[in-house]
Each structure stands twice: as C-alpha cells, then as structure tokens.
C-alpha cells in the first residue's frame, strides 16, 4: 500500500510562467513520480483567481491523461502545489480527500447553482453607487440561504483551517452558519470602539470613501492559525485588506477571503479608467498572495 499523505513538491511561483512550461513543469513531475503511486494527484497553485485558468487546467488533465493515464489534476488556490501519492483504490477515494488540503472547485463561480442564487441578490442605488447589492434578498428565503452556507461549506471542508472570520456586519450574518458547518470557531472583525482587549488596523478606503480600520480581540487568532475570511461582498477590496492585516498582525495566516459576490471590474481595470484597482492595493500591501473569490459576479446579476 502506498502511503497516501507522501508528499513531493516546493513553493510554488507559476504565476510567472508561459503556459507551455507551466505544462512541461507540471506534467515532467507526474512522470518523475509515477514510480512511487499507482495513481497521483497534482494540486497546482498560484494564488491566482480561478477563471484564468480555465483552459490551462483542461489542456493539463488532457496531455496528463495521454502520457500518464492514471494521474489526474486538480487546481486548488493553497499556498502550494504539490505532488500527492495515493492508493490506486476506488474505495480509499476518501481517505485521499481528507489527507490533502485543497479547495473544493464543485462550484464555480457564475457556475448554474450561482445563477440560480443571482436572482435572489437585488440591486438599489445607495451611497452614489448605482447597484447596491442587497443580501436581504435571499435571507428571506431559507432554501436559498442554506443553499449558500452548504457550498461555502463544501469549498472548504478540507482546506485545513483553524477558524472564520466574518466582518461587521455582513459578515456576522454568513459567517457564523458557515463555521457552524465546518465545526470551527467563528470570530468577529469589527469597527472601532465596539470591543475590548482588541488590536486595529490601518484606516482604509472603500468605493463610497474612507474607513476606520477593523479590529479583533488579540487572544481570537493565535501565530499559525489559518483563518477563512467572510463577508458579503468585494469590490475595491478595502474591507478585505483590512481584514487581511488583521490576521497577519496576529501571526495568522488568510487561507482565503471569499464573498457571496464579487465586482470584477475592480480587480484590475486600466489605469486611465479611474477606477480603484484591487491588484494594486493588495500588492502596495504586499498581500497579493491572498487569494479572494466570490460565487457570483456582476456578469450574472
């Protein structure tokens, strides 16, 4: 029996990489390996968004299935990629779940169960912003809410985290069932002035103007906790960053920050657009590892 939680691999910087030699690294270290499984699993990584990789991911599993038939490939947006020795059978599938850390991708962003969902997400203007995206719309309908909790749930049952943290306030309205459902602690990012014992961030900006930063009790996360961050919605990306310094002044680690909806014209629209950009900011930060993802964008609402 192989011992199914060995593992080869580094640090992962494919970000930078054509995808030729993306290919080319990717499946010469499936054929480097093969002697040590029957099966393998690649789980590949560079803190990118899902959609850009679409094709990638498609073109990899076709050429793996031709030179190494028995290998599989799955994109997972951990901090690493790594080569995972499994047991060839069918009936250890589970066991092979559970010893990896990796986001569940069953649910695609803008995927038919997030269409579904869109219809439910309201829109009004509010603050000068012409689509103020309104959660109230499917809290009134408990199908549609659980339905959202399930996939949160299901995305990160085996990622390996420590804890959730949801962001005032929104974020207290998600956050909680989602933890409930993981079995993990829930912890409040809250607004200035509103608990004790608590660390701040850095003020911060949002699209309808400035921010006082969040904060959390200092004894919520502890050095090497891997924390999931929640809210509502990411535009600019404020909230989160804010969010996101938070966890790394406590010594913690942002798995990922994932949103019911995300505004995608933000993440990196041209630099004559006048619109805030998200990549820049997490970058300027030197939080662009931090991966960010939404089960629903603007295209569909």
Sequence with gaps: MIDRTTRFGRKSS?????????????????????????????????????????NLIKRLRNNAMKTTPSFCLLLSL??????????????????V?????????????????????????????????PKFYDIGGFLENPEVFQQIVDIFAARYDSIGIDAVAGLDARGFILGPPIALALKKPFIMMRKKGKMPNSISSADYNVEYGKRAGLTVQRDKISKGDRVLIIDD????????????????????????????VEIKMFIDPPA???????????????????????????DVL
């Design 14 to 54: 494919l970000g930078g990489m054509g995808t030729d030699l993306r290919e080319r690294k990717i499946i010469g270290e499936v054929q480097e390996n093969q002697e040590r499984a029957k099966s393998l699993l690649i789980i590949l990584s560079d803190n990118l968004p899902l959609y850009p990789h679409i």
């Design 78 to 95: 951990t901090t690493t990629y790594h080569a995972v020795a499994v047991p060839s059978s069918p009936e250890d599938d589970d066991c």
């Design 97 to 129: 779940i559970k010893s990896s850390n990796y986001i569940n991708m069953s649910y695609e962003q803008d995927g038919a169960e997030a269409k579904e969902i869109a219809k439910y997400l309201p829109y009004f203007p509010f603050k000068g912003i």
């Design 233 to 260: 919605l990411v535009a600019t990306g404020g909230t989160l960053s804010s969010a996101v310094s938070l966890v790394h002044l406590c010594g913690g680690t942002v798995v990922e920050c994932a949103c019911v």
């Design 272 to 298: 004559d657009s006048g619109l805030p950009s998200r990549t820049k900011l997490f970058k300027d930060m030197d939080i662009n590892h931090v991966p960010v993802w939404g089960l629903i964008s603007e």
